[in-house]
């Protein structure tokens, strides 16, 4: 199966060729006008927003917590001025808080010295002073306040009784006690944490103790004020602990702003290494475009590439914030991807580019360079444009951010690569037609000129280069990249071993394996923690928090919203089944801690009924009750109630549970969703909260959205994998490669401390569009590959693309280097995915696709059977052309590098695609081809040239024009050393084009052609010879290309003469045109000095043999034919027998002897003669 070119193929090919050609003419204006476009985009970033709320950016925007919060302040509003109650708030407002612990080796805190540094903490804390728009106040100036008095740690009365309770004399019960001397309400687990307690519920130690200290924001003037109070609160009390201020006490700190400050400081962190990562991905690619040729190598195109993706992305953002979109510290990552891509694209255009030849017009070498540039670059932008496309959908505002600046960076990186850089290529194309250095700048000679004019050593290692214009192919001046030729020799060569393909295989399951172990390890949510720097005063906070306080964690509120007839029995049952149903879960501690203002009312009731003498059976008698006798100002059930206007009717109320022992985010996201689902099951409109609750929410979406996302993004990887390369089951293996790597990366990511969050989850949509890279790329060439055999497919797709894989990957790789060093678990995630995408894609490439490609692709029937033979014989061979080349089928076949020129698009390569303009009938060799040319090179031609005849560089030079090419064919083809005397004869013999072919295979073949003639010559000598052969050279009028062959010519294969002498019976001969075979038994006697027939095989000089040592056959083909024109064949009479065209037993040409002598050379003509 092979693939089809569609028309979006046929289209990309001549826009880009076109667009080449005009960048080529107008180089200057490509340059200029995406320089002026990137200095007005950049006047954007004064439009900058800088957002860094992480509510905003890491909560659902549509997250059923942000629904019940407003439910919440829809009926109870918090006043943060009069009636703050820390347990009823309904968001975080502005607030600092401590957790302290001991240092001097006594883990219990209840002790005088403590508490006296206690008291001096919190004396710090409320004395500071704070400045804001002129005014200067302090914490109690700006307290959070409950009945005009400012919220304060009650907790620290105890001091009061520290004398009693080290001496003894008097127990804390725990959860909550009353005071003795102040008369306060001490509630134990709000500021004790990882207490001990006794079976009678009596403290014996307590490790930690928490402070909070809240301040006003209901206005956005006290919000601002609160804001630059909370800056006061983390300096002094960070200074306080840097400085060893306190003894006893160690104290971590934190505050509303500081995940904002977190956020911030990973912004910064990441900014410095932004210079050192563009002087490593420059240093990159300026190594790996350079050669050993000094013209060809093109080290600031590498440059030059970096530079464009630069600009693109700066451009891109600017536009970005013209457009008002807000701006995050995560976009920071979008440039070290970008410049990865760039890279990419550029090796895929200097592939482009190595693929043209070299005595070509520059004009014309960006237009073939565009056009099979093409559908490679544009693939690659095109999934990645998609890939980000998805995440627009995402419910979480960071990642559309992040996703929607990385769309304008990958549509400015692509148009910028086919404007900018493009024009920086022509301008490099212009030196290097000119053959200047491509460091200096200065005019050098060739290799073979320099070798042949014996320059020094210095001058060919540092200066040679390019090519000779007098001898263009010269294979010393055009030798094949080294890391191809691994490729293609050696690693193809593994693959193709079938025990290797086992462990492959093999290899390929136990990464399944880990990958769908580590799967079932994933943690989601995105961690507080997380979102701060290691070595951040926040870390350690935290630390303690999920230490000594995730026994009690939250204070929930369960509202009922909606007109309520609370004096109802039935209704009273509702709300008591309900809050009983919560209580009862494994999530919620016992009714102890709960504050229900219903069921103590009614208790209050039932313990004063004789004293209060009311009855409450019908709602106004309620109201009033409630309202007089339990719903007063000072208690904080007042909170909790909420009437209409005319206060003739309860319109909401609420209850408060406590949650108990939640360990993980993973349990996070159990409870929230079970005591979700208890409220939606009451018969009530109920429904819970938690200011935490809008965080939790991600746990419940994030899963969903990313699976969603993947599914959404592989179905769309694969309809654009069809469309640009329209072949079914391409389409199913790059689905397959897909969802393979997205399973890896999802995967090993947990297995790699990696939660599944919004900020892996911008990772897994952004690995949809990279896989998809190398497996499109590699498939393709294997699927649009002419070979019959599976293995020659192999090396093909890895010639064309391994060394493009491995410099895709690598640059890649080495532009996220800088995240890993920012020391953010933001950073630190992309750097982890994208190098687990990218080397998991990598690998699918350049092993499991070719392995399973051969074993389930095209030909993997050969594969199965083991009649693989590795040939790199073609599909497109048909009957008639195999029945043409017998019986010397090996020796017929040839290939033709150019043939005519049609025009642009006028000659057509595999299967009809348009873009080989000057009429060079090759494949395509698959997206992101880089190299120095296709499957097999002009360059690896010539070397292999070289290696057969294995002359001195003088003779290489001499010989490789095209008439002493012409002549030094047809001699090494007409006298192969075949059936030579000793040890050789019975050795496998290479043919003109290299293929081993062994004596026995000729043998064989021989004998059909003799077996064919005697009966000829039984019939007649004469008889049926011309027409015979009048049809052999019908069928021979076109070659194996389907290419027409003039047929005007000398016959000069030895082979043909012999067939020409026996037609006019004339076996006797000399030298190398003596008898091949037994003579026939109704042949004239053989002439004197012929040889005997026992000796039926003669050794054959070789083209070496005849013309370098005994000389015996003229060095060229005018002295050949006069020769022939003494022989005794040449005296007969003219109608003796006609002349008819006979096809060399040694290449292509045909010719037709004309009786005059004249000569014509060869010609050769796509679709028709030459005239």
């Given at each position: 199966?092979?693939?089809?070119?569609?028309?979006?193929?046929?289209?990309?090919?001549?826009?880009?060729?076109?667009?080449g050609i005009c960048?080529a003419k107008?180089p200057?204006y490509?340059i200029?006008?995406p320089?002026?476009?990137?200095l007005?985009?950049?006047?954007g970033y004064q439009?900058l927003?800088?957002?860094?709320d992480?509510e905003y950016l890491?909560?659902?925007?549509?997250?059923?917590?942000?629904t019940e919060?407003?439910?919440?302040?829809?009926?109870?509003?918090?006043?943060?001025?009069?009636?703050?109650n820390?347990?009823?708030?309904?968001?975080?407002?502005r607030f600092?808080?401590?957790?302290v612990?001991?240092?001097?080796?006594d883990?219990n805190m209840?002790r005088r010295?403590?508490f006296?540094e206690?008291?001096?903490l919190?004396n710090?804390?409320?004395?500071?002073?704070?400045?804001?728009d002129?005014d200067t106040?302090?914490?109690k100036d700006?307290?959070a306040?409950?009945?005009?008095e400012?919220?304060?740690?009650?907790?620290?009365?105890?001091d009061?009784l520290?004398?009693?309770?080290?001496a003894?004399q008097?127990?804390?019960t725990?959860?909550f006690?009353?005071?003795p001397?102040?008369w306060?309400a001490?509630?134990?687990?709000?500021?004790?944490?990882?207490?001990?307690?006794?079976?009678?519920?009596?403290v014996?130690?307590?490790?930690?103790?928490q402070?909070?200290?809240?301040?006003?924001?209901?206005?956005?003037?006290q919000d601002a004020?609160?804001a630059e109070?909370?800056e006061?609160f983390l300096r002094?009390?960070g200074?306080?602990?840097?400085?060893g201020?306190?003894?006893?006490?160690?104290v971590?700190y934190?505050?509303?702003?500081?995940?904002?400050?977190?956020?911030?400081?990973n912004?910064?962190?990441v900014?410095?290494?932004?210079?050192s990562?563009?002087?490593?991905m420059?240093?990159?690619s300026?190594?790996?475009?350079?050669?050993?040729d000094?013209v060809r190598?093109?080290?600031?195109l590498?440059?030059?590439?970096?530079v464009?993706?630069i600009?693109a992305t700066?451009?891109?953002?600017?536009?970005?914030?013209y457009?008002?979109?807000e701006?995050?510290?995560?976009?920071l990552?979008?440039?070290f991807?970008?410049?990865?891509?760039?890279?990419?694209d550029t090796?895929?255009?200097?592939?482009g580019?190595?693929r043209?030849?070299?005595?070509m017009p520059?004009?014309?070498?960006m237009?073939?360079?565009?056009s099979?540039?093409?559908?490679?670059?544009?693939?690659?932008?095109?999934?990645d444009?998609?890939?980000?496309?998805?995440?627009?959908?995402?419910?979480?505002?960071?990642?559309?951010i992040?996703?929607?600046?990385?769309?304008f960076?990958?549509?400015f990186t692509?148009?910028?690569?086919?404007?900018?850089?493009?024009?920086c290529?022509?301008?490099s194309?212009?030196?290097?037609r000119?053959?200047?250095?491509?460091?200096?700048g200065?005019?050098v000679?060739?290799m073979?000129v320099?070798?042949?004019?014996?320059?020094?050593f210095l001058?060919?290692?540092?200066?040679?280069?390019?090519?000779?214009p007098?001898d263009?192919?010269?294979?010393?001046?055009n030798?094949?990249?080294?890391?191809?030729?691994?490729f293609?020799?050696?690693?193809a060569a593994?693959?193709?071993?079938?025990w290797c393909?086992?462990?492959?295989i093999?290899?390929?399951?136990?990464y399944?394996?880990g990958?769908?172990?580590?799967?079932?390890?994933?943690?989601?949510?995105?961690?507080r923690r997380k979102l701060?720097?290691e070595?951040?005063?926040?870390?350690?906070?935290?630390d303690?928090?999920?230490?000594?306080?995730?026994?009690f964690?939250y204070?929930?509120q369960v509202?009922?919203?909606?007109p309520?007839?609370y004096s109802?029995?039935?209704v009273?049952e509702q709300?008591?089944?309900?809050?009983s149903?919560?209580?009862?879960?494994s999530?919620?501690?016992?009714?102890r801690?709960t504050?229900?203002w219903?069921?103590?009312?009614?208790?209050?009731l039932?313990?004063?009924n004789e004293?209060l003498?009311v009855?409450?059976d019908?709602?106004?008698?309620?109201i009033?009750t409630?309202k007089?006798?339990?719903?007063?100002?000072?208690n904080?059930?007042?909170?909790?109630?909420r009437?209409?206007?005319?206060e003739?009717?309860?319109?909401?109320?609420?209850?408060?549970?406590q949650?108990v022992n939640?360990t993980?985010?993973?349990?996070?996201?159990?409870?929230?969703?079970?005591l979700?689902?208890?409220?939606?099951?009451s018969?009530?409109?109920a429904?819970i909260?938690?200011?935490?609750?809008?965080?939790?929410?991600?746990?419940?979406?994030v899963?969903?959205v990313?699976?969603?996302?993947?599914v959404i993004?592989?179905?769309?990887?694969?309809?654009i994998?069809?469309v640009f390369?329209?072949n079914?089951?391409?389409s199913?293996?790059?689905?397959f490669?897909?969802?393979?790597?997205?399973l890896?990366v999802?995967g090993y990511?947990?297995l790699?401390?990696?939660?599944?969050?919004?900020?892996?989850?911008?990772?897994?949509?952004?690995?949809?569009g990279?896989?998809?890279d190398?497996?499109?790329?590699?498939c393709y060439?294997y699927?649009?590959?002419k070979?019959?055999s599976?293995?020659a497919?192999?090396?093909?797709?890895?010639?064309?693309l391994?060394?493009?894989?491995?410099?895709?990957?690598?640059?890649?790789?080495?532009?996220i280097?800088a995240?890993?060093l920012a020391?953010?678990y933001?950073?630190?995630?992309?750097?982890?995915m994208?190098f687990?995408?990218i080397?998991?894609g990598?690998m699918h490439?350049?092993f499991?696709?070719p392995?399973l490609l051969s074993?389930f692709?095209?030909?993997?029937c050969?594969?199965?059977?083991?009649?693989?033979?590795?040939s790199?014989?073609e599909?497109?061979?048909?009957?008639?052309d195999?029945?043409?080349?017998?019986?010397f089928s090996?020796s017929y076949y040839?290939q033709y590098?150019?043939?005519?020129i049609?025009?642009?698009?006028g000659?057509k390569?595999f299967?009809?695609?348009?873009y080989?303009a000057y009429?060079v009938d090759?494949k395509?060799?698959?997206?992101?081809?880089?190299?120095e040319?296709?499957?097999?090179s002009?360059s690896?031609r010539?070397?292999?040239?070289?290696?057969?005849a294995a002359?001195?560089?003088?003779e290489?030079?001499?010989r490789?024009?095209?008439?002493?090419?012409?002549?030094?064919?047809?001699?090494?083809?007409?006298y192969?050393?075949i059936?030579?005397q000793g040890a050789a004869?019975f050795q496998?013999?290479?043919?003109?084009?290299?293929?081993?072919?062994?004596?026995a295979?000729?043998r064989?073949?021989?004998d059909?052609?003799e077996?064919?003639?005697?009966?000829?010559?039984?019939r007649?000598?004469?008889?049926?010879y011309?027409?015979?052969?009048e049809?052999?050279?019908?069928?021979a009028?076109?070659?194996?290309?389907?290419?027409?062959?003039d047929?005007h010519g000398?016959?000069?294969?030895?082979?043909?003469e012999r067939?020409?002498?026996?037609?006019?019976h004339f076996?006797?001969g000399?030298g190398?045109?003596?008898?091949?075979?037994h003579q026939l038994?109704t042949a004239?006697?053989?002439?004197a000095g012929s040889?005997?027939?026992a000796?039926?095989y003669?050794?054959?000089?070789?083209?070496e043999d005849s013309t370098?040592?005994?000389q015996?056959?003229?060095?060229?083909?005018?002295?050949?034919r006069a020769?022939?024109a003494h022989?005794?064949?040449?005296n007969?009479?003219e109608?003796?027998t006609?002349?008819y065209a006979f096809?060399?037993?040694?290449?292509h040409?045909l010719?037709?002897?004309?009786?005059?002598?004249?000569?014509h050379?060869?010609?050769?003509?796509?679709?028709d003669?030459?005239?």
């Amino acid at each position: 199966m092979t693939c089809g070119i569609s028309c979006v193929d046929k289209t990309l090919n001549k826009s880009f060729y076109h667009l080449g050609i005009c960048i080529a003419k107008h180089p200057g204006y490509f340059i200029i006008i995406p320089v002026l476009l990137t200095l007005l985009c950049m006047t954007g970033y004064q439009q900058l927003k800088y957002q860094i709320d992480p509510e905003y950016l890491f909560s659902p925007i549509a997250g059923e917590g942000k629904t019940e919060r407003a439910i919440v302040e829809q009926y109870f509003k918090v006043n943060y001025t009069h009636r703050f109650n820390v347990g009823r708030i309904t968001r975080p407002g502005r607030f600092g808080r401590v957790i302290v612990i001991t240092k001097d080796g006594d883990d219990n805190m209840i002790r005088r010295e403590v508490f006296q540094e206690l008291r001096q903490l919190d004396n710090l804390i409320q004395n500071a002073t704070t400045t804001y728009d002129g005014d200067t106040y302090t914490y109690k100036d700006n307290c959070a306040r409950w009945e005009n008095e400012c919220f304060e740690n009650d907790i620290l009365n105890l001091d009061a009784l520290m004398d009693d309770i080290e001496a003894g004399q008097l127990n804390l019960t725990f959860p909550f006690m009353f005071n003795p001397v102040t008369w306060d309400a001490h509630l134990f687990p709000v500021f004790f944490g990882g207490t001990k307690l006794t079976e009678d519920n009596h403290v014996i130690s307590v490790p930690a103790i928490q402070l909070v200290y809240f301040v006003t924001a209901d206005t956005k003037r006290q919000d601002a004020k609160g804001a630059e109070w909370e800056e006061t609160f983390l300096r002094v009390v960070g200074k306080a602990e840097n400085s060893g201020y306190f003894k006893h006490i160690s104290v971590s700190y934190f505050a509303s702003r500081t995940l904002d400050h977190e956020l911030e400081k990973n912004t910064k962190t990441v900014v410095p290494y932004f210079s050192s990562t563009f002087l490593l991905m420059g240093l990159f690619s300026v190594i790996t475009c350079m050669m050993g040729d000094a013209v060809r190598s093109k080290p600031f195109l590498g440059l030059m590439g970096n530079v464009s993706a630069i600009m693109a992305t700066l451009a891109a953002f600017g536009l970005a914030m013209y457009c008002g979109i807000e701006f995050i510290g995560i976009n920071l990552a979008a440039p070290f991807l970008m410049i990865g891509i760039g890279i990419d694209d550029t090796f895929v255009m200097l592939a482009g580019w190595r693929r043209t030849k070299a005595k070509m017009p520059v004009a014309e070498r960006m237009g073939l360079m565009m056009s099979e540039a093409a559908v490679s670059i544009t693939i690659t932008s095109v999934t990645d444009f998609i890939s980000f496309l998805i995440g627009i959908i995402s419910p979480f505002r960071s990642v559309r951010i992040f996703c929607t600046y990385s769309v304008f960076a990958v549509c400015f990186t692509f148009l910028w690569h086919i404007t900018f850089f493009a024009a920086c290529m022509a301008i490099s194309g212009y030196r290097e037609r000119k053959n200047l250095h491509s460091i200096f700048g200065c005019r050098v000679q060739p290799m073979s000129v320099a070798i042949k004019e014996k320059r020094n050593f210095l001058y060919k290692a540092i200066m040679a280069g390019g090519i000779d214009p007098n001898d263009p192919d010269n294979p010393i001046d055009n030798k094949d990249h080294m890391l191809m030729a691994f490729f293609k020799d050696k690693l193809a060569a593994v693959i193709n071993n079938k025990w290797c393909k086992v462990i492959i295989i093999l290899a390929f399951a136990s990464y399944l394996v880990g990958a769908c172990y580590g799967i079932t390890q994933i943690k989601e949510g995105l961690e507080r923690r997380k979102l701060s720097r290691e070595d951040s005063y926040s870390v350690e906070f935290f630390d303690r928090e999920d230490d000594y306080y995730r026994e009690f964690p939250y204070r929930m509120q369960v509202i009922i919203a909606g007109p309520l007839n609370y004096s109802d029995p039935l209704v009273q049952e509702q709300v008591e089944n309900l809050t009983s149903t919560l209580e009862h879960t494994s999530y919620v501690t016992s009714r102890r801690y709960t504050e229900s203002w219903l069921r103590s009312f009614l208790s209050f009731l039932e313990r004063n009924n004789e004293l209060l003498n009311v009855t409450v059976d019908d709602e106004q008698t309620f109201i009033e009750t409630v309202k007089e006798h339990w719903l007063f100002p000072g208690n904080p059930f007042s909170l909790d109630v909420r009437f209409n206007d005319e206060e003739t009717q309860i319109i909401a109320s609420r209850f408060l549970i406590q949650a108990v022992n939640i360990t993980d985010t993973n349990h996070e996201k159990e409870m929230v969703r079970d005591l979700r689902k208890i409220c939606k099951d009451s018969p009530l409109n109920a429904s819970i909260f938690h200011p935490y609750f809008v965080f939790f929410d991600q746990f419940e979406l994030v899963r969903p959205v990313s699976l969603q996302a993947m599914v959404i993004g592989a179905i769309i990887m694969m309809i654009i994998s069809f469309v640009f390369i329209p072949n079914i089951l391409c389409s199913l293996w790059v689905a397959f490669s897909v969802i393979s790597i997205e399973l890896g990366v999802a995967g090993y990511m947990a297995l790699w401390d990696v939660n599944l969050d919004s900020i892996s989850m911008i990772n897994l949509i952004m690995c949809i569009g990279f896989s998809v890279d190398f497996t499109a790329h590699i498939c393709y060439t294997y699927m649009s590959s002419k070979k019959r055999s599976p293995k020659a497919r192999v090396r093909e797709a890895l010639h064309s693309l391994g060394l493009p894989i491995v410099q895709g990957s690598s640059s890649t790789i080495l532009g996220i280097v800088a995240l890993l060093l920012a020391q953010s678990y933001i950073f630190l995630v992309f750097f982890k995915m994208v190098f687990l995408v990218i080397f998991f894609g990598a690998m699918h490439g350049l092993f499991l696709l070719p392995v399973l490609l051969s074993l389930f692709g095209p030909g993997s029937c050969l594969t199965w059977t083991g009649m693989d033979d590795g040939s790199d014989a073609e599909v497109d061979e048909g009957p008639e052309d195999r029945q043409l080349e017998k019986p010397f089928s090996q020796s017929y076949y040839m290939q033709y590098p150019t043939m005519g020129i049609n025009g642009p698009y006028g000659t057509k390569g595999f299967l009809g695609a348009p873009y080989k303009a000057y009429g060079v009938d090759e494949k395509d060799l698959g997206l992101g081809t880089s190299g120095e040319d296709s499957s097999e090179s002009s360059s690896s031609r010539s070397q292999r040239r070289q290696q057969q005849a294995a002359p001195n560089e003088e003779e290489v030079v001499a010989r490789d024009s095209p008439r002493r090419r012409y002549e030094d064919g047809w001699r090494r083809s007409s006298y192969q050393n075949i059936y030579g005397q000793g040890a050789a004869q019975f050795q496998a013999q290479p043919d003109l084009y290299g293929q081993q072919v062994s004596a026995a295979e000729w043998r064989h073949r021989l004998d059909a052609h003799e077996q064919q003639q005697r009966q000829r010559q039984r019939r007649s000598p004469y008889e049926n010879y011309p027409q015979d052969v009048e049809m052999d050279m019908q069928r021979a009028r076109r070659n194996s290309h389907g290419d027409v062959i003039d047929l005007h010519g000398t016959p000069n294969s030895s082979v043909d003469e012999r067939l020409r002498r026996q037609a006019e019976h004339f076996s006797a001969g000399s030298g190398d045109d003596s008898s091949y075979r037994h003579q026939l038994p109704t042949a004239a006697p053989p002439p004197a000095g012929s040889v005997p027939p026992a000796k039926r095989y003669h050794r054959r000089r070789s083209s070496e043999d005849s013309t370098h040592r005994h000389q015996r056959w003229p060095a060229n083909i005018e002295e050949r034919r006069a020769r022939r024109a003494h022989s005794p064949a040449h005296n007969r009479p003219e109608t003796a027998t006609p002349s008819y065209a006979f096809r060399s037993s040694s290449h292509h040409n045909l010719y037709q002897p004309n009786g005059k002598g004249s000569k014509h050379p060869p010609t050769y003509q796509y679709g028709d003669y030459y005239q």
